[in-house]
């Protein structure tokens, strides 16, 4: 039997689903019932019928689909697979920000320890945040972690004035302008599509921004047939299965989440079998958190 007739055959007799990020390893990808971005996958895990989550993914993730189902038992493959920035935002600035500015909201980006989204408003991913934050009643939107997003955002929602916070994720943050440019200049037909976290510089070079499912749906629909690809290498799985006649590149430093990548069969294999690595979220905090995720499904519809 190979490890994955293992994890199928005890997925069934535990009554589990295991939900993947673009982001993790391919094999690991290809064992998931449920892949997604984060927005995808906050969506799904809300409609899920089985009692046991197995989230390929990093904590904060792991995270929402505890506070979104506390009923459920939701386990980490690896509980050190965490996202850095995360936890680039805090709630003593939060609370300066509140007392600061009147009629404010605090904007959360998913990728946000549940501490922070207990404090915030309203919940967004890199797929609805535009819409969310131009569908907020308030003027002023205190945009937390992420800088490059909340500027990519509030380029689009001109009408609101946004106070930054200065988070960003590390992966795309060193994405190479000069790299991209070399790319480009070895492959002058392929289409240059971003994810809103990489940096300014790079998302002006860019014919299409979005979440990775939409630079996965965008390389899908449009009518090139090459692609320099920026963001995490792990879509380059989904791209390649889907679309075998075209080409996708990546800067030469290839962009890795070396905590996605921690994941592995065995040990997915391991916390079915054990029930180790559940996520744990207190009730106060739980009920908290909730509330800003649950506004953004409902205004992302
Ligand atoms: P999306 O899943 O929204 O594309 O975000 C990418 C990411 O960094 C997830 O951690
Ligand atoms: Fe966090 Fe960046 Fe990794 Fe996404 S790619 S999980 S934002 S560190």
Redesign the pocket.
Known sequence: MTIADEINRLKKEKNAVILA?Y?VNPEVQDIADYIGDSFYLSKVAVELTEQTIVFC??S?MGESAKVLNPGKTVLMPDASAD????HMADTETIKKMREQYEDLAVVCYI?STAELKEHSDVCVTSANAVKIVRAMPNKNIFFIP?RNLAHFVAEQVPEKNFVYNEGY????EKMSVAEIRKAKKMHPEAEVLSHP?CPKAVLELSDYIGSTTGIIDYAGKSGSREFIICT?NGVRHKLENDYPEKEFYFTETE?V?E??KIITLEKILHVLKTGENEVRVSDERRENSRKPLERMLELAK
Do not use: I, K
Not at 83 to 86: L, Q, Y
């Open positions: 990020h982001y993914g990093v904060f996202c850095a920035m995360a990728n992420d994720c590390p992966v795309h976290e995490e962009p989440c905590d996605m």
